[in-house]
């Protein structure tokens, strides 16, 4: 009878929990299905926000009655789930993006990495000065040595022009770049360079999920058993996801670091994520190993309980279980974020068309120019395919206004934008301080004046699957209105 009832107060708790979310979340609705009314200058106009329907919501509660919480079946389902979506070899989920950077390059310093290809204190990262902040920070903070090479202002990423500049015989050890804005960088060239150094490389995917990158056949990664087409996030040795709500899949918080081949991996960025401990249980369970008290490792006394035996000095990094809940519903919707957000940025490239007096507008790596037709890309043979966090566009210097004025204009007019993130790092106040306390603890390549442009004069508006036309066209129509008096 208690089993019985049980099951038919789950029901009618998850009927009305679906009931409520229908009534109260209107406006996290999907931008083609959104029934509120817009008002133009009354309405916000989010650049980025939690797109979701009672399915998320339900799923929240279903695993909270449940109250398991802490990370568990849900969270191993989405795991499975996810790296079957993209197409590595293991997916850990994180409690943020950040903390999964933090993961993947901490990994590589571990004892059970060979000696040759372990991260050390004082060994060299190459990175990107212009960007989050938090790609860059755990470098650091591993003792590392971060090497900033320039941007390219049209799209966002890695110059690299720089990398042979950056690299250094016996100190680079590691290359750990974003895919910016839902951009990818140029993984051709930086494969290929990687590869001629035997370097790992770390792909922040944060703002790209979604993304695809294509190599020519032609192209010498091909005969290197390199795919032809595969999504940002599956080329590197490691790849890093943010959850946060304004990326392409959310889970209010959350992130995770992506095994792509190599399952040795796994095993030390679980290891951090977990405490550092030696054992791979999962929470709740016990002597997976079937040795839980037959190990006899560092000075500890001979069937030390396994659980409790650490080999790093680890993090407690997991998200909740009802997170992951979250974030099964959200994967389902996933083609139809890329596609909103691929169609979202195209509608308002085709409706500032024109105003390139005004602005130089974001491209796709590898694409030399845009036009109504599509675009015109260069001689690599290369293509990207976006699946776009932002719509960016620089303020020209020659124009009749900045790009303060224009992000205050936006403000009033309550569209939401956004600067490139952190715009140059080394500019940044913690960078400044680091580099008084110690001139040694990074390096710069070249000028960085990509980086400063895109600092000064890039700033970017919504492309996210929330929005609605009438939103677009409001953006579309706000912009023009405000050049038109020049």
């Known amino acids: 009878m208690k089993s019985l009832t049980s099951k038919v107060l789950r029901h009618l708790i998850l009927w009305a929990t679906r009931h409520y979310s229908n009534l109260n979340h209107q406006g996290q609705l999907p931008g083609w299905n959104a029934s509120l009314p817009f008002e133009p200058g009354v309405t916000t106009v989010p650049y980025a926000g939690r797109v979701f329907q009672s399915d998320e919501v339900e799923a929240a509660v279903a695993s909270t009655l449940d109250f398991w919480l802490t990370l568990g079946v849900e969270g191993e389902a989405f795991e499975n789930e996810f790296e079957a979506f993209l197409g590595v070899k293991r997916t850990l989920i994180t409690n943020s993006g950040s903390s999964a950077n933090l993961l993947a390059i901490s990994g590589l310093t571990s004892i059970k990495i060979p000696a040759a290809k372990r991260l050390r204190s004082g060994d060299e990262v190459i990175t990107c000065a212009a960007g989050f902040p938090t790609t860059v920070a755990p470098i650091l903070q591993n003792g590392l040595v971060p090497v900033f090479v320039d941007n390219n202002p049209f799209t966002g990423n890695i110059d690299i022009r720089g990398l042979e500049e950056a690299y250094s015989p016996g100190k680079t050890k590691a290359v750990m770049v974003a895919h910016a804005l839902g951009n ?39 005969a290197e058993g390199f795919p032809s087409s595969a999504y940002t996030g599956t080329w590197g040795d490691l790849s890093t996801q943010s959850f946060y709500p304004p990326h392409h899949l959310t889970m209010g918080e959350g992130g995770a670091v992506n095994i792509i081949r190599d399952m040795r991996l796994k095993v030390v960025v679980e290891s951090f994520r977990d405490w550092g401990r030696d054992c791979w249980c999962a929470s709740g369970k016990d002597n997976t190993c079937a040795k839980r008290f037959d190990w006899k490792l560092g000075e500890l006394p001979e069937g030390y309980d396994h659980k409790y035996i650490y080999k790093h000095l ?4 997991k998200p909740l279980d009802p997170q992951a809940a979250i974030g099964r519903e959200q994967l389902k919707r996933m083609p139809r974020f890329i596609e909103a957000r691929k169609q979202n940025w195209e509608k308002l490239r085709r409706g500032l068309k024109g105003l390139e007096r005004f602005f130089d507008f974001s491209l796709p790596t590898h694409a030399k120019s845009w036009s109504e037709n599509g675009f015109e890309w260069d001689e690599s043979g290369c293509r990207t395919d976006c699946s776009w966090f932002g719509f960016m566009m620089m303020v020209k210097p020659e124009a009749p206004f900045k790009r303060r004025d224009f992000a205050k204009y936006l403000d009033e007019k309550k569209i939401g ?7 140059n790092l080394v500019r940044q106040p ?7 306390e110690n001139p040694n603890a990074f390096r710069v390549i070249g000028d960085l004046k990509g980086a400063d442009r895109l600092m000064n004069e890039a700033i970017f508006v919504g492309v996210y699957p929330g929005l609605s036309d009438q939103m677009i066209d409001y953006m579309v ?10």
């Open 184 to 222: 990818p960088f140029d993984l051709g060239e930086i494969l290929t360079f990687c590869r001629k150094y035997d370097l790992w490389l770390i792909e922040d995917n944060c703002d790209a999920l979604g993304c695809r990158y294509h190599l020519p056949d032609s192209h010498p990664l091909r």
């Open 314 to 317: 680890g993090y407690n990094l």
């Open 417 to 423: 934008n956004r600067m490139l993130f952190g715009g």
């Open 430 to 436: 913690v960078f400044v301080d680091l580099r008084k």
């Open 477 to 486: 129509d706000s912009i023009r209105k405000y050049v038109k008096q020049w």
